[in-house]
C-alpha cells in the first residue's frame, strides 16, 4: 500500500501533491491548481532517481517532456 500525501490549500483541490511507495521513498510530486497539474511534475524510481520530468499546464502537458533511464541517465 503507498503513502499519499495532501496539502490541501481549498475546496478547489488546489495543492502541492506527493505520492510515497511503501517503504516511504517518494515516487511523484506536483503542483494542483484547481483540480490540474500546474508546473513541473517529477517521478521517481523506487531508489530515488527521476524517472520522468515534464511540465504541466491546466493538466496538459507543455514543453520538454524528459524520461531518464533507471541509472539516473
Do not use: R, V, W
Not at 531508489?47 to 517532456?65: P, Q, R
Request: aromatic residues 20%.
Amino acid at each position: 500500500m503507498e503513502k499519499k500525501q495532501y496539502l490541501l490549500i481549498s475546496t478547489d483541490y488546489s495543492g502541492y501533491y506527493k505520492n510515497y511507495n511503501i517503504y516511504e521513498n517518494l515516487i511523484e510530486e506536483y503542483y494542483h491548481i484547481n483540480g490540474k497539474k500546474q508546473g513541473i511534475y517529477k517521478k521517481y524510481y523506487e531508489d530515488g532517481y527521476i524517472e520522468i520530468e515534464a511540465t504541466y499546464i491546466d493538466n496538459k502537458l507543455n514543453g520538454e517532456y524528459k524520461s531518464y533511464h533507471d541509472n539516473g541517465k
